[in-house]
């Protein structure tokens, strides 16, 4: 169920600041670098394949792009010599998609041997360094943050590149440097999803009446059986959060608009208090026609709701429009809203609540979802 727009906004109105060590060393200057362009794409070294971090995770990510995916490069990317960066330890890329930043890490360098004026901001023939223009393109923000610790091989300098909007960023290397190319996630991947489970954190959403399970950790356990049979075939799938965490509605269109994604799939559960006796899916969109994509956003809620309801056995209510929900109204792909179930009714929290029921819940999205993108 969707919480009122005054709780979204009192929500939304608590911010949270960063503090970040920004190197203001460097200084912009433009050059024409004709090299830039010819390199080949065997003179990079290829090992693991790429992994697609989720939201928020810290956790290390895979160093280096497959030749297949150097092979699609951009010519947009940023380019490290190494010549700043003597042999590190470990170097690794981290893609914090919701708030559209790349993370390179630099494990194991003497402090102070990256800044922003070694970090080369290739688009073309055109490359620049320093500090970034007001109005770039690409880049919102670049921070160095680096340890400073004395002992190089245990210092670490992160370089964040917030960008504006979102790329696939790869990571791979020469014998001369580091590149991160930025590849438009339109060009990267042919299929592209986002699914969205509903609520987070201090948002629980809605709960059953026993007040024993909230609509915010149900969405994530099917999310995440939904996530292992999405994981088995040829879609690209981002999740606008994969924990118990917080995230507004606006972040959420966002990713789905900045991907120009195939479609986003927002996961929650219903609820009508004192209506034990109401029960059934229903899936919500809105009636204007999205920019992006090739359906409508009624067809697709039309497949939700067909395949939810054949894989659990639920009853029908049917598609509803709502042109007044924030996801549904900024979302510019198509975009529904599935409501799995009535967690104030017996019937279907009984199937919500259960392994076995969250299973034939997320089939029935994944159906829905191949119907959509097939
Ligand atoms: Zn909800």
């Known amino acids: 169920m969707e919480i009122r727009e005054w709780r979204r906004l009192a929500i939304q109105s608590v911010a949270f600041f960063m503090v970040v060590l920004v190197s203001s060393l460097g200084f912009t200057r433009r050059i024409r670098h004709q090299l830039e362009a010819g390199v080949r794409a065997e003179d990079y070294k290829a090992s693991q394949n790429r992994e697609m971090v989720s939201p928020q995770e810290e956790k290390e990510a895979p160093t280096m792009a497959t030749k297949a995916l150097v092979e699609q490069r951009s010519d947009t990317y940023i380019k490290i010599p190494k010549e700043a960066v003597a042999s590190p330890a470990k170097v690794y890329l981290q893609n914090r998609y919701m708030d559209f ?31 970034l223009g007001k109005s770039d393109s690409i880049y919102r923000k670049i921070e160095v943050a680096d340890q400073g610790h004395q002992n190089h091989e245990k210092n670490k300098v992160q370089l964040k590149f917030t960008l504006k909007k979102a790329y696939e960023p790869i990571l791979f290397e020469s014998d001369e440097a580091y590149y991160i190319s930025l590849l438009a996630a339109r060009k990267a991947h042919d299929k592209i999803v986002v699914v969205d489970a509903g609520h987070g954190g201090m948002d629980e959403g809605t709960s059953s009446a026993n007040r024993k399970y909230h609509e915010k950790d149900i969405v994530l ?30 972040d959420r269109t966002r990713l789905a608009n900045g991907l120009q994604a195939d479609l986003l799939v927002s996961i929650h559960c219903n609820a009508l208090q004192g ?52 996801l549904l109204r900024h979302a510019k792909v198509p975009a529904t809203i599935v409501e799995i179930g009535y967690m104030t009714n017996q019937g279907d929290m009984s199937l919500m609540k259960k392994e076995i029921g969250q299973q034939k819940i997320a089939e029935g999205i994944y159906q829905g979802i191949m119907d959509a993108v097939k």
């Open 101 to 131: 930043q790349v993370i390179l890490t630099f494990q194991g360098v003497a402090p102070g041997s990256i800044d922003e004026g070694n970090i080369l901001r290739v688009q073309g023939y055109h490359v620049s360094n320093g500090k």
């Open 221 to 250: 356990q099917v999310q995440e059986k939904l996530s292992r049979l999405l994981d088995k075939v040829d879609v690209t799938v981002y999740y606008t959060r994969t924990k118990d965490e917080k995230v507004s509605k606006k």
């Open 275 to 326: 209506g034990v006796n109401t029960f059934g899916v229903e899936t919500l969109y809105a009636g204007k026609d999205p920019r992006y994509g090739k359906m409508s956003n009624k067809e697709l809620a039309d497949v939700i709701l067909n395949q939810v309801t054949a894989s659990t056995g639920l009853k029908k209510r049917g598609t509803i429009r709502r042109n007044g929900l924030y």
